[in-house]
Nanobody, 124 residues
Framework: QVQLVESGGGLVQAGGSLRLSCAAS????????MGWFRQAPGKEREFVAA????????YYADSVKGRFTISRDNAKNTVYLQMNSLKPEDTAVYYC?????????????????WGQGTQVTVSS
């Protein structure tokens, strides 16, 4: 398994930006696809973005496409989520997750390692 620790959340005004980081430990990090998910109060966990093991493929939920960018640095065992043009509806706890293998998945059940989450709050 991979151990994950997120950072970078906080309070920001609508239209602002934040960058989330996810530091990973474990020998298999570089061979796994990675994803970001979020969960707002009273709602189910939803897919935000994912990146292939090499970083060559990225995928986004329609709600964040064009505003968020996922990237990874395998030398640093870190995944990032750059969030621009933030909206109040982006408010949620954001989770980093490691996929069970190198393939991209949209379903959170296909990720077997999770961080503790970081709160993002966007004020209007």
């Amino acid at each position: 398994q991979v151990q994950l620790v997120e950072s970078g959340g906080g309070l920001v005004q609508a239209g602002g930006s934040l960058r989330l980081s996810c530091a990973a430990s474990g020998r298999t990090f570089s061979s796994r696809a990675m994803g970001w998910f979020r969960q707002a109060p009273g709602k189910e966990r939803e897919f935000v973005a994912a990146i292939s093991w090499s970083g060559g493929g990225t995928y986004y939920a329609d709600s964040v496409k064009g505003r968020f960018t996922i990237s990874r640095d395998n030398a640093k065992n870190t995944v990032y989520l750059q969030m621009n043009s933030l909206k109040p509806e982006d408010t949620a706890v954001y989770y980093c997750a490691a996929g069970r293998d190198s393939r991209i998945y949209y379903n959170h059940r296909m990720y077997d390692s999770w961080g503790q989450g970081t709160q993002v709050t966007v004020s209007s």
